[in-house]
């Protein structure tokens, strides 16, 4: 007898949703079920290339009786909508990043999700990859001692092509945000994932090299709960790209560069080698240290975040991605967006109250863009 499978929805299927579409059926816990967007000629093309039953609301997809499940990759401001209806029909959910444009929202999915008993994940696919599950395994070992600093650097490219090829991309009042809310949540996942969040931060956020009205470049100061101290920088503006995460520790230090994981480890702990020893000149010894990688499946990125997402459903399988982990991206986006705009320093959790005013200003601000040029092409990086 064939294994049960998880009947996937796609709501969205234009840019990243087409990428789900092609991925799912090649998965053996899952199979494509049904698809929705709200775009006519994008939800016939794609209903001819996957046979599948299409629908123009999400309403009627999750009322077909015909999923188990959907992943949402619509733009940002409905994935709360569409997870909150999934959920009140007991629909698992597995939505793309971010969660939401704001952390109140972020904040509802997860409590519905809790109300549900349904499965909720997010698409940080990033986790699954070996150097990054090995990064977490050391920090939690505690090898690294107390963290004293932490720093992350992200510096993409994106054209004004990229900008121009839908309405709703780099406005407030479509997407909610900029580099900070579209870029760089894989990485602030890891982030956070690696070196928590901070308690209070300071920051700018601005627009150097683009023809938008939101961010493409934001930076920040941290602080954290201890009296760590930390940096973060994440731009659209930069080529060729660059990814650096450190998490430096009283007895280590944990790199993770373009992929690739060193750690360096101190034959004891700094605080002690600097009140103890008696040289004038002399420096704490440690060596970087090769890293065990846990073996990496055939099964990668995306589709892997997507078979654990089913095996979670099916056997139990603890999610790589839980839900409620999506929450501290969104709470350190909004709360940079904020400090930018405000001058001020913002402690952490930020106020939900405060940021749900500043960013329906915003949208109100936001102006109808008068150079679009419709593309709704995957990412090629999108790793199936």
Request: net charge negative; with cysteine; glycine share 10%.
């Amino acid at each position: 007898m064939a294994e049960k499978k998880i009947r996937f929805g796609v709501v969205g299927v234009g840019g990243m949703g087409s990428g789900h579409c092609s991925m799912i059926p090649k998965i053996p816990e899952t199979e494509l079920a049904a698809i929705c967007d709200t775009e006519p000629s994008t939800l016939a093309r794609m209903a001819e290339q996957t046979g599948v039953p299409a629908y123009h609301s999400h309403i009627e997809l999750l009322e077909s009786g015909l999923v188990d499940a959907v992943v949402i990759a619509t733009p940002h401001y409905f994935h709360p909508v569409i997870a909150e209806d999934a959920f009140a029909r007991k629909v698992h959910v597995l939505s793309e990043k971010p969660l939401a444009v704001t952390v109140s929202q972020a904040d509802r999915m997860a409590a519905a999700a809790g109300k549900s008993g349904c499965a909720f994940g997010v698409m940080y696919q990033m986790r699954s990859e070996a150097q990054n599950q090995a990064a977490r395994s050391i920090v939690e070992s505690g090898v690294l001692g107390e963290i004293y600093r932490t720093s992350l650097v992200m510096g993409w490219y994106r054209s004004q092509a990229y900008y121009n090829s839908g309405g709703w991309r780099a406005t407030w009042a479509g997407e909610g945000g900029g580099v900070l809310i579209n870029q760089a949540p894989h990485y602030l996942d890891l982030f956070t994932w690696l070196g928590g969040l901070p308690a209070s931060l300071t920051g700018e956020t601005r627009t150097r090299l683009h023809d938008i009205e939101v961010e493409d470049e934001a930076f920040g100061l941290l602080e954290y709960k201890n009296g760590a101290h930390g940096y973060l920088y994440a731009s659209t503006t930069e080529a060729p790209g660059y990814n650096r995460i450190d998490i430096c520790g009283d007895k280590g230090k944990l790199t993770l560069q373009d992929g690739k994981l060193s750690l360096f480890r101190m034959d004891g702990s700094i605080r002690e080698f600097t009140h103890n020893s008696t040289e004038m000149w002399a420096s704490p010894n440690g060596e970087w240290l090769p890293v065990d990688l846990p073996a990496q499946g055939e099964i990668r990125g995306h589709s892997a975040i997507t078979s654990n997402f089913a095996r979670h459903i099916l056997h139990g399988e603890p999610l790589i991605a839980p839900g409620t982990d999506g929450l501290p991206a969104v709470e350190l986006i909004n709360a940079l967006i904020l400090a930018g705009h405000t001058k001020k320093r913002v402690t952490l959790p930020v106020n939900r109250a405060e940021y749900d005013a500043l960013i329906d200003e915003l949208a109100a601000s936001s102006k109808t863009k008068s150079m679009v040029v419709e593309q709704r092409v995957t990412d090629p990086n999108f790793a199936r």
